[in-house]
């Protein structure tokens, strides 16, 4: 059965979609794996700052390993941590917690920031609160949430969000939204920028799935990862016949529900007029 799927994805990628992309490495989906890589259109998260070498060339060590709470002198540490112009900063794994959020918000320093890189930092609702009501944050770009026990509620903070207007990429992999935060993101004006989106491992079902379909906000949308989640076929096939998803280029469906004998059929009647990659397994 197996042999039999690998084969189906195959034909789904190289025989209908016949002007896919290359296919992605074994290696492309390790963040969701638990890895440290990030994926996504510039990488973000991995930008130069995240390699930055401390007074005397010697490296400062951050963002290496997993440290155990946050940093002694948060401040300082996110000085280390961000480009010279403040234009991006990578905050992975670096544990500030909301007391970071907040000392973040408040860095004169920031106040032009495009790329927040926040993976693994404990931010929670209250982080986003924080970070949604700042005006620091508002020509913030690209934005990762990865991994910070957001909800439903720190979606629709995004959502509503003022300052979120200029959003290009957002990932909120492996948080907790769920349906209810996929629905308020769809709903919102924020969303008409975004062409990179990230709901992996969120609990989302065929509710979720309609809602992305349904939203007119998602039409510049040209990657949107639905990794590890509860989407069945005719959470598939929503997307698939979409009227409102005109410029997705990717859609990943990775380790869903989804019934793969009926997936072939979907594929073949698929109507996304710019589609080029299909992942299913």
């Given at each position: 059965?197996?042999?039999?799927?690998?084969?189906?994805?195959?034909?789904?990628?190289?025989?209908?979609?016949?002007?896919?992309?290359p296919?992605?490495?074994?290696?492309?989906?390790?963040p969701?794996e638990g890895?440290?890589?990030?994926?996504?259109?510039?990488?973000?998260?991995?930008?130069?700052?995240?390699?930055?070498?401390?007074?005397?060339?010697?490296?400062?060590?951050?963002?290496?390993?997993?440290?155990?709470?946050?940093?002694?002198?948060?401040?300082?540490?996110?000085?280390?941590?961000?480009?010279?112009?403040?234009?991006?900063?990578?905050?992975?794994?670096?544990?500030?917690?909301?007391?970071?959020?907040?000392?973040?918000?408040?860095?004169?320093?920031?106040?032009?920031?495009?790329?927040?890189?926040?993976?693994?930092?404990?931010?929670?609702?209250?982080?986003?609160?924080?970070?949604?009501?700042?005006?620091?944050?508002?020509?913030?770009?690209?934005?990762?949430?990865?991994?910070?026990?957001?909800?439903?509620?720190?979606?629709?903070?995004?959502?509503?969000?003022?300052?979120?207007?200029?959003?290009?990429?957002?990932?909120?992999?492996?948080?907790?939204?769920?349906?209810?935060?996929?629905?308020?993101?769809?709903?919102?004006?924020?969303?008409?920028?975004?062409?990179f989106?990230?709901f992996?491992?969120?609990?989302?079902?065929?509710?979720?799935?309609?809602?992305?379909?349904?939203?007119?906000?998602?039409?510049?949308?040209?990657?949107?990862?639905?990794?590890?989640?509860?989407?069945?076929?005719?959470?598939?096939?929503?997307?698939?016949?979409?009227?409102?998803?005109?410029?997705?280029?990717?859609?990943?469906?990775?380790?869903?529900?989804?019934?793969?004998?009926?997936?072939?059929?979907?594929?073949?009647?698929?109507?996304?007029?710019?589609?080029?990659?299909?992942?299913?397994?």
């Amino acid at each position: 059965m197996r042999t039999h799927k690998k084969l189906l994805q195959g034909v789904l990628v190289l025989g209908w979609l016949v002007w896919s992309l290359p296919a992605i490495g074994a290696g492309e989906h390790s963040p969701h794996e638990g890895k440290q890589a990030e994926h996504g259109s510039g990488k973000h998260g991995e930008h130069p700052g995240a390699a930055k070498k401390g007074p005397g060339g010697k490296h400062s060590g951050h963002g290496y390993g997993r440290p155990k709470g946050p940093p002694a002198d948060i401040p300082a540490h996110i000085k280390e941590r961000m480009e010279s112009d403040g234009t991006k900063v990578n905050l992975n794994r670096s544990l500030i917690g909301v007391k970071g959020m907040q000392i973040l918000a408040d860095m004169d320093e920031l106040k032009n920031v495009k790329s927040l890189a926040l993976q693994g930092n404990k931010l929670g609702d209250e982080g986003v609160r924080i970070l949604a009501e700042s005006a620091t944050f508002k020509h913030t770009e690209n934005l990762s949430l990865w991994g910070n026990k957001v909800t439903a509620q720190g979606a629709r903070m995004i959502a509503e969000s003022a300052n979120m207007k200029n959003l290009k990429e957002l990932k909120l992999t492996r948080n907790e939204i769920g349906d209810e935060g996929v629905e308020a993101l769809a709903e919102s004006e924020n969303s008409t920028t975004l062409t990179f989106l990230d709901f992996s491992a969120n609990k989302i079902s065929d509710r979720g799935a309609l809602a992305i379909a349904n939203s007119p906000r998602f039409a510049n949308l040209k990657t949107l990862d639905l990794y590890n989640n509860q989407i069945t076929t005719e959470g598939m096939k929503a997307l698939l016949q979409s009227k409102n998803l005109k410029s997705l280029e990717m859609l990943i469906l990775v380790r869903n529900e989804i019934d793969f004998e009926k997936a072939q059929d979907l594929a073949k009647n698929q109507s996304l007029p710019n589609l080029k990659r299909l992942e299913l397994e």
